[in-house]
């Protein structure tokens, strides 16, 4: 399975990005999936996750109620709303996918099997 990540720009504090993750197959039944980020200079951190059936969904503290997770299983995709973006969010996303029956930790990227090659964010203020 490949993932390709699209969607990143360049934009202005305040503005809004949807960010799009597409799968090259089906992934298996139960994969959750997330978004992570990787701020330059910095480590690769949670944004989003996601379960198979669109619930539970889980945010990190800085993006809750500003970002918002969604998934099309049907057609392999995966989403990330941005609204009200602000520069701290400037990063290059990643979309992971992992196995089904993989720990309850969904921020650990070592659980993660596939992801794509990112998509920039930048975001001005």
């Known amino acids: 399975v490949r993932l390709v990540e699209s969607g990143g720009e360049t934009v202005k504090a305040g503005s809004s990005l949807r960010l799009v993750c597409v799968a090259s197959?089906?992934?298996?039944?139960?994969?959750?999936m997330g978004w992570f980020r990787q701020a330059p200079g910095k480590g690769r951190e949670f944004v989003a996750g996601?379960?198979?059936?669109?619930?539970?969904?889980r945010y990190a503290d800085s993006v809750r109620g500003r970002f918002t997770i969604s998934r099309d299983n049907t057609h392999n995709t995966l989403y990330l709303e941005m609204t009200n973006l602000i520069p701290e969010d400037t990063a290059v996303y990643y979309c992971?996918?992992?196995?089904?029956?993989?720990?309850?930790?969904?921020?650990?990227?070592?659980?993660?099997?596939?992801w794509g090659q990112g998509t920039r964010v930048t975001v001005s203020s």
């Open positions: 996601i379960s198979w059936i669109s619930q539970p969904i």
């Open positions: 197959e089906s992934l298996s039944v139960g994969s959750v």
């Open positions: 992971g996918a992992r196995n089904p029956g993989t720990g309850p930790n969904w921020s650990a990227q070592s659980e993660y099997a596939v």
